[in-house]
């Protein structure tokens, strides 16, 4: 009896009972199968929601767990699952991901697209531009560590505007990487612990004298043999502070720094660059780039404004940390005309 007769006739079982959808789950890790992984996946939610509601508790738990192990499963080659999976064991309140989930994926399919031009060969650049202050940085936080499980013999850039934010994002990035509260070993059981350097800022899987795996540097700092990008670079906020965003003369000489001193770093023609930020004017860096290469389908640009047409927030998260419609009135009253 092949793989394919064994599914067959496991789904004529009883679903509802774990060990018959256990059974189910388990051949589609035999067979490598992410659609039938995804099928179980659906269950044990429905299933888990239902049991919930009816107070059962054990079974609750059990397809729970089961949906964490269809999450692990396919987190390597689904971004949005990546997340999901690696927040798993936090407590709700200290999630990013699960908070936001129904904005940024539900409505903008923000984790969709992403993993969407990470898988397209022809793709070459992906700009994000959102308000501050809607996790754009803690999503690149989860993106850099997920493009280090999975290509980290590649290496990699990431670039911010100022030595603290470079900081702040290795930290983070380091936490996720090695911090069991996360389960990102899980995901990535045969990495173990990444080589990491607070002095340089690098986390890597590479020999010792290589470029790293993940290589944060300052646009301001020396990046001069510290490290180059074959796989991905990612550039986040760029655009220092609003006396920046308002000097058409200081942000042309920062997109002739960004050519100039972070394009040089890529090894060869298919590096991947994935931009994010605020669109401040036509002068910032993702609006010329935009304007560059207008109607070439290997750039994409992702645009999120603050609010819909009629006022209404699109990132109103179930989360203290959001835009109301009542936020987004005052932020427009008190701005500078």
């Not at 256990?22 to 589609?28: G, K, P, R």
């Not at 992906?126 to 280090?148: E, R, V």
């Not at 990102?184 to 059981?189: A, R, T």
């Not at 991947?272 to 010329?288: A, C, E, N, R, Y």
Request: charged share 25%.
């Amino acid at each position: 009896m092949d793989n394919y007769e064994i599914v067959r006739k496991i789904k004529k079982t009883d679903l509802t009972k774990i060990q018959n959808l256990e059974n189910l789950w388990h051949m589609a890790r035999v067979m490598n199968d992410l659609k039938l992984n995804d099928e179980v996946l659906k269950i044990a939610k429905d299933l888990t929601k239902e049991y919930t509601q009816k107070g059962m508790m054990n079974e609750v738990s059990l397809f729970g767990d089961l949906c964490r192990k269809c999450y692990i499963f396919s987190a390597p080659h689904n971004f949005d699952h990546y997340m999901i999976a690696s927040e798993w064991n936090r407590e709700y309140k200290a999630k990013f991901w699960i908070p936001r989930r129904n904005v940024l994926e539900g409505q903008h399919k923000v984790a969709t697209q992403i993993q969407e031009f990470m898988d397209d060969p022809e793709m070459l650049l992906l700009g994000i531009s959102a308000p501050p202050g809607i996790g754009k940085s803690t999503l690149i936080k989860f993106l850099i560590s997920y493009i280090a499980g999975n290509y980290p013999e590649s290496t990699n850039m990431y670039i911010s505007y100022a030595d603290g934010m470079v900081r702040m994002m290795y930290e983070s990035v380091t936490a996720i990487m090695t911090n069991p509260e996360y389960a990102y070993s899980d995901v990535f059981p045969n990495l173990g612990n990444p080589d990491v350097s607070a002095e340089y800022f690098t986390v890597s899987y590479r020999p010792k004298g290589d470029f790293p795996t993940i290589g944060l540097v300052s646009l301001g700092g020396s990046v001069t043999g510290r490290t180059r990008a074959n796989k991905y670079m990612i550039t986040d906020d760029l655009v220092k502070n609003k006396e920046m965003a308002r000097s058409p003369e200081r942000l042309i000489k920062l997109f002739d720094d960004y050519n100039a001193t972070l394009t040089s770093r890529m090894i060869g023609d298919n590096v991947k660059q994935i931009i994010l930020g605020t669109i401040w004017s036509i002068h910032d860096p993702i609006s010329k780039i935009k304007q560059k290469h207008e109607g070439d389908r290997r750039y994409k640009f992702i645009v999120l404004p603050v609010c819909d047409e009629n006022g209404h927030s699109n990132f109103l998260y179930d989360h203290p940390d959001r835009y109301t419609d009542e936020k987004i009135r005052s932020i427009k009253e008190n701005t500078d005309p």
